[in-house]
């Protein structure tokens, strides 16, 4: 692979599941993890939600999905930076805490009755300028917490908490707001203080090594040039973001209720539980028994098995197949987040990581929540329908794409095949 080196068969053997959560400050680190994880999933819904019961239109939740990524999008360069350069928990710690005010905020507005979005937008913007610098920080820490040879585990385990939390969250968010539409808001400003707390018993087991050079905007472009040149980063990073992109169909989950399944506010938390189930299963699998051959091929196939199902999706009227279907596409994209979250820490270098993060988490927000606002404007040109299932075969063509494109990509067997040049 002309970007990559093998490493010597000599890589500390893993640690046990037990062994890893013993030491206190991965343990803090999980919790943190699925705090921050189950306010942010919850977050989605409440909002969207909310959103949605105003205007009555998908729109609407395509803006929602914009307002958060945009901040991450304009603060890419001084996040990345930031995080290579100061303590990335407590930068970590205090962008929870600014997601916690924002949150309280939202919580006191909704019980003014607000009869138009354009204030929850805002706050909206402003809890997506907060993440916006947590999120470079907070992912940039695994490889420098986990014990020798412990790093894909531990991804592992992050990615079944934050699944565990995409379960727990919109099911308590759903019930929550069907109570009272601000409680949802106060239990994530809860959260995310929790979140916050935990990063003060993280303790590195690995140095961070800071940039010595003097912070120019072209040192805050480092981590953008390294994705560029680096085939396997940017192959992976930009495969979510294209397939993805075009995937959103989750996100259109409140119109889906209402106009296909014909249900409220309940049976939408089970629907977006639903598809942490699937992601919860495979990344509890995958925590027990990782991936340890063809792993840029089990990428690329579970991207194509999420395009899929995403098709399916957008045919059925019937509520149990489409818990189904949710379980499924996030099942797959939970192997694609796990293959993912290995490869790029792996081929970064650390004083570069929180650059490298801060691009990263760009391309994921735009597959997300600009994901969102695509799928949200097409579902109002040309219907619900025709939006999800044209975002799934988009995704295959993405998939195709990427196998030619890419092959140090989809070549990739062992994660200890993959080192920093």
């Known amino acids: 692979m002309p970007d990559s080196a093998v490493r010597p068969p000599d890589d500390p053997p893993a640690p046990s599941l037990g062994e890893l959560l013993a030491d206190r400050s991965v343990l803090a680190l999980v919790v943190s993890r699925l705090c921050s994880a189950a306010s942010s ?78 204030v929850l937008l805002i706050l909206t913007l402003v809890y997506g300028a907060a993440r916006g610098f947590a999120n470079p920080a907070s992912r940039s820490l695994p490889p420098s917490v986990a014990p020798p ?17 995409a379960v727990t969250g919109p099911i308590v968010a759903g019930i929550l707001y069907a ?14 203080v929790l979140a916050a707390a935990a990063m003060a018993f993280v303790r590195l087991r690995v140095k961070l090594v800071r940039s010595v050079e003097r912070p120019t ?22 495969l979510d973001l294209f397939a993805v992109l075009f995937g959103g169909a989750v996100a259109l989950a409140p119109a889906l209720a209402e106009e296909r399944l014909g249900v409220g ?21 995958l925590m027990f028994r990782p991936l340890t ?27 149990v197949v489409a818990l189904v279907l949710l379980a499924a596409i996030s099942a797959a994209d939970m192997v694609s987040v796990f293959v993912r979250a290995t490869i790029v820490p792996l081929a970064t270098p650390d004083h570069l990581r929180g650059r490298v993060m801060a691009v990263e988490m760009v391309f994921i927000g735009a597959s997300n929540e600009l994901g969102a606002f695509e799928s949200g404007v097409t579902a109002e040109w040309f219907g619900l329908v025709p939006a999800i299932i044209a975002g799934g075969l988009l995704t295959l063509v993405v998939v195709a794409v990427w196998w030619v494109a890419f092959p140090s990509l989809r070549d990739v067997d062992r994660f200890s095949d993959i080192e920093v040049r």
């Open 149 to 165: 040879g412990g790093l894909a585990r531990l991804v592992s385990t992050m990615s079944t908490v934050f699944q565990l939390a």
């Open 41 to 118: 999933v919850a977050m989605a819904l409440a909002m969207g939600k909310l959103v949605y019961d105003i205007t009555g239109r998908e729109l609407s939740l395509g803006l929602v999905g914009l307002a958060e990524f945009l901040p991450t999008a304009l603060l890419v360069i001084v996040a990345g930076a930031l995080a290579d350069r100061v303590d990335r928990r407590r930068i970590s710690a205090v962008a929870y805490l600014g997601q916690a005010g924002v949150a309280a905020v939202i919580a006191g507005y909704v019980r003014t009755a607000p009869s138009s979005v354009g």
């Open 179 to 192: 109570v009272d539409p601000a409680l949802p808001f106060v239990v994530i400003a809860v959260l995310h």
């Open 265 to 285: 506010a309940v049976e939408l938390g089970w629907m977006r539980a639903a598809g942490g189930v699937g992601a919860a299963a495979t990344a509890l699998l």
């Open 293 to 319: 051959r063809q792993v840029g091929r089990y990428l690329l196939g579970a991207v194509a098995a999420f395009g899929l199902a995403t098709i399916a999706l957008g045919t059925t009227r019937n509520l």
């Open 217 to 238: 905007l072209s040192s805050a472009l480092d981590g953008l040039r390294l994705v560029r040149r680096t085939p396997i980063l940017l192959g992976a990073i930009g």
